[in-house]
């Protein structure tokens, strides 16, 4: 059973910021928030983690609120290539390698 | 230079057979992982490796048996298929057990 809470579904226009929110309010202090997304047939695609800082890599941002009870994943600018389903999971990461995908986000990239 | 790869791709199967889909990453990763998506499409761990020791065993049936002759090889054997078993396997790996895991293209198993 995935601890975190997303939309169902999304839709973002070409080239927009897509800004995908996640609820985990009942997160611990050692525990990561992860984001993934699957591509339609494909295997999960790691995209970002973080703990409590906000963090930025050549794929996506991740904002975590200051009581670290939300997120939100933010793709600067989508393309088509983005459309897929995106997974909010949090886990400890000490000496735990159990990671619990739930319904995640269906994003649609319109042009 | 495909970092995680399975195979076969695509396997469809008679109920009853035994069956294995194998999993090699090339990452120089000391643990391994496969995951059953289902029909559902909810993604689900079902084994844990890490240097070639079980680490984690959900309540998968004794029928799916995972193999691992060295840390780059995790193989999944399925006796006795059943229609159930119809999903999407996908085999994972990573640095150690806390670290991010990267995940193979899937192998669509059906199960007839």
């Known amino acids: 059973d995935a601890k975190t809470t997303q939309p169902t579904s999304m839709d973002c226009a070409e080239g927009r910021a897509a800004n995908l929110p996640c609820n985990h309010s009942t997160i611990s202090g050692n525990e990561y928030v992860y984001w993934y997304r699957q591509i339609h047939s494909q295997g999960p695609q790691y995209i970002i983690h973080?703990?409590?800082n906000n963090e930025t890599n050549e794929m996506a941002s991740l904002i975590i609120t200051e009581d670290r009870k939300s997120s939100t994943l933010i793709l600067p600018h989508a393309t088509l290539r983005d459309t897929a389903v995106y997974y909010c999971i949090v886990r400890v990461t000490a000496n735990n390698n159990d990671m619990r995908f739930g319904a995640g986000t269906r994003l649609t990239v319109k042009p | 230079d495909t970092a995680v790869s399975q195979t076969p791709k695509y396997l469809v199967t008679q109920m009853g057979n035994d069956k294995s889909i194998k999993c090699e990453q090339n990452?120089?990763?000391?643990?391994m992982y496969w995951y059953k998506q289902d029909s559902k499409k909810f993604l689900k761990i079902m084994f844990s490796y890490n240097n070639k020791e079980l680490i984690i065993n959900e309540t998968v049936p004794n029928r799916f048996s995972p193999k691992s002759p060295d840390k780059a090889h995790l193989n999944l054997h399925i006796n006795s298929l059943e229609l159930g078993d119809s999903a999407v396997y996908f085999c994972?790996?990573?640095?150690?057990?806390?670290?991010?895991?990267?995940f193979g293209p899937g192998t669509r198993l059906t199960v007839l």
């Open positions: 973080g703990l409590k």
């Open positions: 990452l120089g990763h000391d643990t």
């Open positions: 994972a790996s990573s640095w150690g057990v806390a670290d991010t895991q990267y």
